[in-house]
């Protein structure tokens, strides 16, 4: 587990996709207060077999990326951060595993195999909905538009909505809400390059 070091200082943005060939790639992305890189890690591709994919069914992905590779990728943190943000639903399956809040960020949040965005199926029935960012943030969004983008949280871990609410002012001024998310894919596309 990531130690309390000097986390309390930096957010944590965590993606997973999949290749053409079906291979989850995973990425987590930490920044500072000025959004400079601090770590950078992302897991070698999987590739489920055709017994895995037959035996979880409808549960594979939730289980790839939030059983399997969301927590790897915690675990290779130096340090805790304040907060975690993702783009993928399925990340957070591993909230009950992640010792620092872990929301869903995004206008509709991505899922690497569809493209509408829409949580459905286990994942949806285990997430709770907010209203937009800026809706319910505004009294602490100094900075970069919050659009519509929309927040989401693992149904058992609600209050993460609040303790992100009092972690972000202090980033706002300088980080872009969902930009890291960006890079993250970017460096990804490049490892799937060079494979």
Do not use: N
């Amino acid at each position: 587990m990531p130690s309390a070091g000097t986390g309390g200082r930096t957010i944590a943005y965590l993606t997973v996709e999949r290749d053409d060939q079906r291979r989850f790639w995973g990425g987590l992305l930490v920044v500072d207060r000025v959004g400079r890189p601090v770590e950078f890690h992302a897991t070698a591709p999987v590739g489920p077999s055709r017994a895995h994919e037959v035996l979880y069914g409808p549960t594979l992905v939730s289980h790839v990326c939030g059983e399997l590779m969301a927590p790897a990728l915690i675990r290779a943190l130096r340090a805790a951060p304040l907060l975690a943000l993702t783009d993928c639903p399925h990340v957070l399956a591993a909230r009950p595993q992640t010792p620092f809040p872990l929301l869903g960020i995004g206008d509709r949040l991505g899922d690497p195999d569809r493209h509408d965005g829409e949580p459905r199926g286990e994942e949806g029935q285990g997430m709770a909905s907010m209203a937009t960012a800026a809706e319910m943030w505004a009294d602490c969004l100094p900075g970069p538009s919050l659009a519509d983008h929309r927040l989401w949280a693992h149904r058992d871990f609600t209050e993460d909505f609040e303790r992100a609410r009092r972690t972000w002012p202090s980033f706002a001024g300088h980080v872009d809400f969902v930009e890291p998310l960006g890079r993250i894919r970017d460096a990804l596309a490049e490892a799937r390059k060079a494979a």
